[in-house]
């Protein structure tokens, strides 16, 4: 059962427009939701989060949106860049719990 | 410098060989991690251990073997190697409970290819 789930295995986009990515959960326990990006040869990199008492959080050109009633996030970026062309995961934990689960991910494609 | 190193980078091995895959952080973080990733299933937890001598089992724990003698080392082991186990698997580590102040820290991966 796939309890975070990324329907969009891709997504392409022109630079300087906006990029979209969602994700979907159905654990109602979930409190803490993580963005991870991830470059090819590389390690996941934690890029933003946010916790269930929040509906927004904004890092710079990154936002992420929770709705928890629609049990729905998704991650904002606003410029996009070419160097923001990579694989993005959404994860999310209970309180308490100490592990991640983690969406299939979305590959973002930035085109100059 | 500080971080997460895995090795080796690349492993090529057998059906039914013994092989370790390691892990070690500089950063004395108390939780450890191990995930695979493989398409269409994004990051799935193997193990986890909450300190040295302390592990526990993730969502796909079958065919492996972990330990934890010290809090800076999370080596993983596949007891006899099996195709379904060709992957990307990565390890994390994590100052604290994993939260929205405690993200994971990613090691570069080892992709294991078993033939």
């Known amino acids: 059962d796939q309890q975070v789930k990324q329907n969009s295995p891709s997504l392409s986009v022109q630079e300087g427009r906006i990029s979209i990515l969602n994700c979907d959960y159905t654990?109602?326990?979930?409190?803490?939701f993580l963005w991870y990006k991830k470059y090819p040869a590389e390690g996941p990199t934690f890029l933003i989060s946010i916790s269930s008492i929040k509906d927004k959080n904004e890092d710079g050109r990154f936002t992420v949106f929770l709705n928890k009633s629609a049990k729905h996030l998704s991650l904002h970026i606003v410029p996009s860049q070419p160097g923001d062309s990579a694989v993005y995961f959404c994860a999310a934990t209970p309180r308490g719990y100490g592990k991640l689960t983690f969406g299939q991910g979305t590959i973002l494609t930035v085109h100059p | 410098d500080a971080g997460i190193t895995q090795s080796p980078r690349y492993k090529i091995t057998e059906t039914g060989r013994q092989v370790t895959l390691m892990c070690h952080q500089t950063w004395s973080h108390s939780y450890m991690f191990w995930y695979r990733q493989d398409l269409g299933h994004g990051l799935r937890l193997i193990y986890y251990?909450?300190?040295?001598?302390?592990?526990d089992k993730g969502e796909v724990p079958d065919g492996y073997v972990v330990s934890r003698s010290k809090t800076e080392n999370f080596p993983l082991t596949l007891e006899s190697a099996t195709r379904s186990q060709t992957s990307v698997y990565f390890c994390?580590?994590?100052?604290?409970?994993?939260?929205?102040?405690?993200?994971?820290?990613f090691g570069n991966g080892t992709r294991l290819t078993v033939t």
């Open positions: 994390a580590s994590s100052e604290e409970e994993v939260g929205s102040n405690s993200p994971l820290h």
């Open positions: 251990s909450a300190a040295a001598d302390i592990t």
């Open positions: 654990n109602s326990m979930f409190d803490y």
